[in-house]
T-cell receptor
């Protein structure tokens, strides 16, 4: 079975400071990992993904994520937060090694960036 | 930039009524999906569709649900007899191929009274 844990319901950070949104996962075989962002009254927007290769992946809007196989984590990071980054962030996983395409999502982390 | 679109944005229905939620996937995509998000809960997978048939479905996707690609552009989710617990945001998604990134639409908020 696949599962994703996002241990923080909310992360608060001051504008200009670095941010981290945590994600750990469980999956059979090799993981295919994603981060999506949801703004109010909007759908899920793709930010970045990890499939293989470099453990640090870069995505949209200056976000990056670090894959750590030993810790089964895929934390989302940004060096300098903007107020406009305030939104709901979802981590998702699927297995590369099964035929399943269904994404399993975490419960989401609300990021609040204060001016 | 191509986007997945969904209609309607909001739908209110009475319990027991049938509803059809519509989606237009990105034009060159071949795999289509439905997910739902009950208020305050996780986004949950319902079904995936490829080559005019269901390729995968979850336990949630019971006989009350069906999907169809009635023409070359639309992808629909039908709930035959809605229940109160079907109230949720329903997201359509599509991907070029099965292993590629899934791109989501803005969602349809369904309220069953």
């Amino acid at each position: 079975a696949q599962s994703v844990a996002q241990p923080e319901d909310q992360v608060n950070v001051a504008e200009g400071n670095p941010l981290t949104v945590k994600c750990t996962y469980s999956v059979s075989g090799n993981p295919y990992l994603f981060w999506y962002v949801q703004y109010p009254n909007r759908g899920l927007q793709f930010l970045l993904k990890y499939i293989t290769g470099d453990n640090l992946v870069k995505g949209s809007y200056g976000f990056e994520a670090e894959f750590n196989k030993s810790q089964t984590s895929f934390h989302l990071k940004k060096p300098s937060a903007l107020v406009s980054d305030s939104a709901l962030y979802f981590c998702a996983v699927r297995s590369l090694d099964t035929g399943r395409r269904a994404l399993t999502f975490g419960s989401g982390t609300r990021l609040q960036v204060q001016p | 930039e191509p986007e997945v679109t969904q209609t309607p944005s909001h739908q209110v229905t009475q319990m027991g009524q049938e509803v059809i939620l519509r989606c237009v996937p990105i034009s060159n995509h071949l795999y289509f999906y439905w997910y739902r998000q009950i208020l305050g809960q996780k986004v949950e997978f319902l079904v995936s569709f490829y080559n005019n048939e269901i390729s995968e479905k979850s336990e949630i996707f019971d006989d009350q649900f069906s999907v169809e690609r009635p023409d070359g552009s639309n992808f629909t989710l039908k709930i035959r007899s809605t229940k109160l617990e079907d109230s949720a945001m329903y997201f359509c998604a599509s991907s070029v191929r099965g292993h590629e990134t899934q791109y989501f639409g803005p969602g349809t908020r369904l309220l069953v009274l």
